[in-house]
């Protein structure tokens, strides 16, 4: 596996004395943002990343081990980069794992686990000890970024304190450990002084933020700010640029945050990791399971800010799921409205205790209940965007397509990767990373179609 494709928010230069680095970055957009501070602290010390295993000092695998086909993956990428280079450090999710990796591939030099930075860099220090040369220790203010530079990801917390049946998260990251409020808003204040116009909020479990601080206060600017999942999004929603939550489990108090989205200071957009919505599922689960009250809740938000966009991920076949607790998640679906749905066949993971679970769901049983949902999810989406033909919206533009005169963005209802595009006919002058005006002139499953309000204004 190659190392992936990531903007260079800095000029190539070459330097003799520079160590070269190349990186994987593999999983969710928590390891990634990882991957970024482990990039910006290489950066800072003078090393330089190579796109290529061959010909660097050496290549770090950050892994993902939160499914056994991710590991896999995280596995086949270590013996690439072993077989194309030969010197190879793993972090990341199965670094806490060590005994996988050395069975499978007893050459690499170190292993260190999840937001191990300082120990990556000893090791890196070890293998490839850095050159100290003034010019190359100048970074970008905002850190290296694997990311386009008009959007980031913004991690607020690591680890988890729940304990589904399904996840060994807790296991690989540990509990709830928040960072300071003052300490988030820097680093997003320095994000947007960077041109950053999107800021996503990640973590395990965001409206948990700040319950192990405490909520204490710290210094930001001219007050104190407490670590609290409300106070967190208020100050962001100051900054000027779209804010995005994700992971956001339906508590309460999550309800202070929908006003925020009326007012236009937070996107009206929820990224809640449901999982299931039939009670005896989610209680095999470990998942809340009043779903009554999610239902009314999320009928509440709606009245309070009727554009907001919920996505969520759900997972079939799980262990005792019967034929009745499916057909109730799919009516539960559509009462929801829930318009950006993400779909997984169950897959065991090795040390989960859902493996002890009675009820194994067939595979081919599985598919067809995967498949029998992303049309109901199709569906739901259709007739949701539907609704949005002839508003004139604000759209985020991610990439630009000159040879089709069109350009593809993505509107508040859209997180990058994961949700639908807005398609931009008509495009000429526009760049990556512009926010353009576009009047809705048509939608399919998935996405929306529009021109700039300016030329249609102009017609």
Request: glycine residues 6%; charged residues 25%.
């Amino acid at each position: 596996m190659a190392p992936p494709e990531f903007p260079t928010p800095f000029p190539e230069m070459p330097h003799m004395n520079a160590p070269r680095i190349s990186f994987v970055s593999l999983g969710c957009p928590k390891a990634l943002v990882d991957s970024e501070r482990i990039l910006t602290q290489l950066r800072a010390e003078g090393y330089e990343i190579s796109r290529k295993h061959d010909g660097a000092d050496l290549v770090v695998v950050n892994t993902c081990g939160f499914l056994d086909s991710a590991r896999d993956e995280s596995l086949s990428a270590i013996g690439t980069a072993l077989k194309e280079n030969g010197k190879v450090i793993v972090t990341g999710c199965m670094g806490a794992t060590p005994e996988l990796i050395r069975d499978r591939h007893p050459n690499v030099l170190a292993i260190t686990g999840p937001q191990a930075y300082e120990s990556v860099m000893a090791a890196v220090h070890e293998a490839a000890p850095p050159a100290h040369e003034p010019f190359l220790d100048l970074i970008p203010p905002q850190g290296v970024k694997l990311t386009p530079r008009h959007y980031a990801y913004l991690k607020i917390s690591e680890g988890c304190n729940n304990r589904c049946t399904f996840c060994i998260i807790p296991a690989l990251r540990g509990d709830l450990v928040s960072r300071p409020a003052a300490d988030v808003l820097r680093e997003a204040e320095r994000l947007v002084k960077a041109g950053v116009k999107e800021i996503l909020v990640i973590s395990q479990d965001t409206s948990a933020y700040g319950i192990d601080l405490k909520y204490q206060t710290s210094q930001w600017q001219d007050r104190d700010v407490r670590a609290k999942f409300i106070d967190l999004a208020r100050e962001l929603g100051e900054m000027g640029t779209w804010v995005r939550l994700h992971y956001v489990y339906p508590y309460p108090h999550v309800d202070s945050v929908i006003p925020l989205m009326a007012e236009g200071k937070i996107l009206p957009y929820l990224d809640i990791p449901f999982q299931h919505a039939a009670p005896q599922v989610l209680k095999a689960m470990r998942r809340p399971a009043n779903q009554v009250k999610t239902l009314d809740r999320i009928k509440a938000w709606r009245g309070m800010a009727p554009d907001l966009a919920i996505r969520s991920n759900f997972i079939v076949g799980f262990p005792g799921e019967t034929e009745e607790d499916f057909e109730f998640l799919l009516d539960w679906l559509e009462e929801a409205e829930i318009a950006r749905i993400g779909c997984f066949e169950y897959e065991p993971v090795t040390g989960a205790p859902a493996n002890d679970i009675e009820g194994i769901v067939p595979d081919e049983l599985k598919r067809e209940r995967y498949e029998r949902l992303m049309e109901v999810a199709q569906d739901i989406s259709a007739h949701v965007l539907s609704k949005k033909v002839g508003r004139t919206i604000d759209v985020l533009v991610d990439d630009v397509q000159p040879e089709m005169g069109r350009a593809v963005g993505r509107s508040q209802w859209d997180a990058p990767e994961i949700d639908g595009s807005v398609i931009i006919h008509e495009a000429d002058g526009i760049k990556p990373g512009d926010m353009v005006s576009v009047t809705v002139t048509d939608s399919d499953e998935y996405d929306l179609f529009g021109v700039p309000a300016a030329k249609v204004a102009a017609a």
